[in-house]
């Protein structure tokens, strides 16, 4: 089972980097590129089509014997089309949206959900599709999440037994490492609509699917991604409660503010990245071996990013009223 993960694993790595190598160097001009702007964190223009390569790279890699692409992946293709559209021309917000709950929903009701719970469960899916979109703005930390979340995903499936979830979760980081080698500081290839909103998506999927074949408990999916749910959903209920339109682009996310204070893209990669290695890792060993205390686990992780979300603000309006007077 091991050599079979491995070569699943392999595949997708081989085949993303290739495919990802050819979009950069024969398809760069006809594909779409970011160009910065007042509400960026780059200084020149960097293609965003690496998500396109994971998607590729992984649907290429379940051709290989050992691998075979299960159906409650239907979802993907259709959020990477609409996305892939978006990152052309920039759809109007209502029509992503409404795709993406017509999407959750259908899913969620093939996975045999307690009526009581698909409203919750759908709007937990849309909300972890948009806020990994949102958090794919800084260099490396869309494809850490991906490589950290989904690889926690594939560790507990496979010591459960789960070989369908693992295989899946085996390509993801298959095909995440080969994108995430591109996308470190400084980056060349960002990740793009067509990655960030299917990766958010599965991020929701699989853990409603590992949580359905009892792989485990409903807190670990929110642990292991809660890097990316804590910034963005503060974020979200700050802006709220300034009264800003919160569907407009930005640059008042955690890991904006710290790029913009001096930890530059490298120094806050680091910094999450460290953050979401001990998310995952207290999860795997809590629910491994205390699978009760997980609540309490994330309770306190969830009050440990508020503190630091805290201490971040302070440093942010320091930073604000020093800048501020430099210009007087």
């Known amino acids: 089972m091991f050599a079979d993960f491995l070569v699943s694993g392999l595949a997708a790595f081989a085949l993303t980097a290739m495919v990802l190598h050819l979009l950069l160097v024969r398809a760069h001009r006809f594909l779409p590129v970011d160009q910065p702007n007042e509400r960026s964190l780059h200084a020149r223009p960097i293609p965003r089509f690496g998500g396109l390569a994971i998607l590729v ?99 507990l499936s496979a010591l459960a037994g789960d070989v369908e979830v693992a295989t899946v979760c085996v390509v993801l980081c298959g095909a995440s490492l080969a994108f ?38 409903a807190w670990l999916p929110v642990l292991v991604f809660l890097v990316f749910i804590a910034d963005a959903t503060v974020t979200l209920l700050q802006r709220l409660c300034r009264g800003e339109r919160v569907w407009q682009a930005h640059r008042s996310h955690y890991y904006q503010r710290l790029v913009r204070m001096g930890f530059g893209h490298a120094g806050t990669a680091k910094l999450y990245f460290a953050a979401m290695v001990g998310c995952a890792a207290c999860a795997v060993l809590v629910q491994l071996n205390a699978p009760r205390f997980g609540p309490a686990l994330l309770a306190a992780w969830a009050l440990l990013f508020i503190l630091m979300g805290r201490c971040v603000d302070r440093r942010w309006r320091a930073f604000e009223q020093t800048a501020a007077g430099g210009l007087q």
């Open 57 to 155: 790279g992984g649907a290429l890699a379940f051709t290989m014997p050992a691998s075979v692409m299960p159906s409650w992946l239907w979802p993907v293709p259709v959020l990477a089309a609409v996305s892939l559209l978006d990152d052309f021309v920039t759809l109007p917000a209502v029509p992503r949206f409404l795709v993406q709950i017509a999407v959750a929903v259908a899913f969620a009701l093939t996975q045999s959900i307690d009526l009581w719970w698909i409203g919750a469960v759908v709007l937990a899916m849309v909300w972890m599709t948009n806020l990994y979109n949102f958090m794919d703005g800084s260099d490396g930390l869309a494809g850490a999440m991906a490589l950290v979340g989904f690889g926690t995903y594939a560790l």
């Open 180 to 217: 995430l080698l591109r996308n470190l500081p400084p980056a060349s290839v960002f990740m793009g609509d067509a990655g960030s909103i299917p990766l958010g998506f599965l991020a929701a999927a699989i853990g409603v699917v590992g949580l359905q074949r009892g792989l485990w408990d």
